[in-house]
Nanobody, 116 residues
Framework: QVHLVESGGGLVQPGGSLQLSCVAP????????TAWFRQTPGKQRELVAV???????NYAAFVKDRFTISRDNEKNTVYLQMSSLEPEDTAVYYC??????????WGQGIQVIVSS
């Protein structure tokens, strides 16, 4: 696996926005897809968004057009731009990279709290 570093979480009011970032080593190769997951206590970790090596994206139903997953290959970074955040979005968010060479790697997890 590779070491993934996440940043950008924190506390935001309902209706606000946050951008999460996930930086990977510069020598990663043969990436199949990158993704964001989230998890709350007592619940199963769930998929939020996926982007393939070809640029196709897919989102969970609860996203409701509020989030955008993207990547910058030159910076070896994947992003999750979140807008119109709701209290139900409160969770620990994890980035994920799946590659042919190294298999599946996970970020350390970053907290997002949506509250007034």
């Amino acid at each position: 696996q590779v070491h993934l570093v996440e940043s950008g979480g924190g506390l935001v009011q309902p209706g606000g926005s946050l951008q999460l970032s996930c930086v990977a080593p510069g020598n990663i190769s043969s990436i199949i897809a990158t993704a964001w997951f989230r998890q709350t206590p007592g619940k199963q970790r769930e998929l939020v968004a996926v982007i393939t090596s070809g640029g196709r994206t897919n989102y969970a139903a609860f996203v409701k057009d509020r989030f955008t997953i993207s990547r910058d290959n030159e910076k070896n970074t994947v992003y999750l731009q979140m807008s119109s955040l709701e209290p139900e979005d409160t969770a620990v968010y994890y980035c994920n990279v799946n590659s042919v060479k190294t298999g599946v790697s996970w970020g350390q997890g970053i907290q997002v709290i949506v509250s007034s």
